[in-house]
């Protein structure tokens, strides 16, 4: 793609596969599981510390730390799950869903359901090795697997969103 080239609409149409999204999410979830269990052990180690050490503060305060940030990362990932059922209720399995993405925004269709999203509302945009997940209005988001669009479209709308977006723009291999 030149760099001088203006952005070009881009169609694509796909099936909504549960086996698909279900793999997609576990793959996050692992991650998460990681970081709580290294959280856990840690915290565990700080707090059996506590009795052989003369100053007692730094492990209590590490503990504490670790016990708080365990906290964190367990709501943040029960919050992406619970934003992940609202996508999996958006779409119905079998049924097709047309994707249309423009310089002023996207729209997608499905049976009895359309909507029509511009850039200048507040948008994220994560994209992953097999899709787009895209966050818009409050708590709404949109995941287009890659697999719907051609490679030179997905580089498009990859290029055109880091430039776009910027910050709330990310990719995660």
Not at 92 to 102: A, I, P, S
Not at 154 to 166: K, N, P, V, Y
Request: with cysteine; aromatic share 16%.
């Amino acid at each position: 793609m030149e760099k001088d080239c203006a952005f070009q609409n881009i169609a694509a149409v796909f099936r909504y596969d549960r086996d698909w999204l279900s793999r997609w999410l576990r793959a996050g979830k692992k991650r998460y599981r990681l970081y709580l269990l290294i959280l856990a052990v840690l915290t565990i180690n700080f707090l059996l510390a506590i009795p052989g050490e003369q100053n007692k503060a730094l492990p209590v305060f590490l503990s504490v730390v670790c016990a708080a940030v365990f906290c964190f990362v367990l709501f943040y990932s029960r919050r992406s799950d619970e934003g992940m059922k609202a996508v999996d209720r958006l779409y119905n399995e079998g049924k097709e869903y047309r994707v249309f993405f423009r310089e002023d925004g996207f729209s997608f269709q499905t049976a009895g359901r359309e909507e029509n999203i511009s850039y200048s509302e507040k948008l994220e945009v994560f994209e992953t090795e097999s899709c787009f997940r895209i966050l818009y209005r409050e708590g709404e988001q949109f995941v287009l697997p890659k697999e719907a669009l051609t490679d030179e479209q997905a580089a498009s709308l990859s290029h055109f969103w880091s430039e776009r977006f910027g910050k709330n723009y990310r990719y995660s291999g």
